[in-house]
């Protein structure tokens, strides 16, 4: 199940655990993403917490966590070649992996066709 949010990170669920990154529109907005500070793991997380910091050519943004849950793994290769966060945000960029504490609470994110209404 894929899920995002209106702050445009996205939320992938595979059993109790889900990945999470930043939206293709993201990358467009920030451009070039030139740094990444990723959560510690076993950070507890709230939803909408700030989880992780990019600085691109243009700006520093924050990431926020989608949901609750704890930071179960982090994607290292990213801080090591952030420019793989604008080479496939969806795929190898991703950021951090939460086990989450309400599965349910992926309900209340946007689909899709809501998230791409929300970026038109």
């Known amino acids: 199940m ?3 949010t209106e702050e445009h ?4 669920l595979d059993g109790e655990v ?9 990358t467009e907005q920030l451009g070039d993403i030139v740094f990444v500070q990723l959560p510690d793991i076993g950070a507890k997380l709230a939803k909408g917490d700030g989880a ?5 050519v ?4 924050d990431i926020y ?10 994607n290292q290769a990213i801080v090591v ?3 793989l966060v604008n080479a496939d945000p969806q795929g190898a960029g991703w950021f951090f992996r ?8 992926m309900d209340g994110l946007l689909d899709e066709v809501a998230y791409k209404k929300l970026t038109e």
């Open 9 to 12: 990170e996205w939320i992938q």
């Open 65 to 74: 966590a989608p949901l609750g849950g704890e930071v179960v793994e982090v």
């Open 81 to 83: 070649d952030p420019a």
């Open 58 to 61: 243009k700006a520093a943004s």
């Open 18 to 26: 889900a990945t999470v990154g930043i939206t293709q529109h993201a």
């Open 2 to 4: 894929l899920k995002y």
């Open 98 to 105: 939460l086990k989450l504490e309400d599965i349910k609470a």
């Open 52 to 56: 992780a910091v990019v600085e691109s």
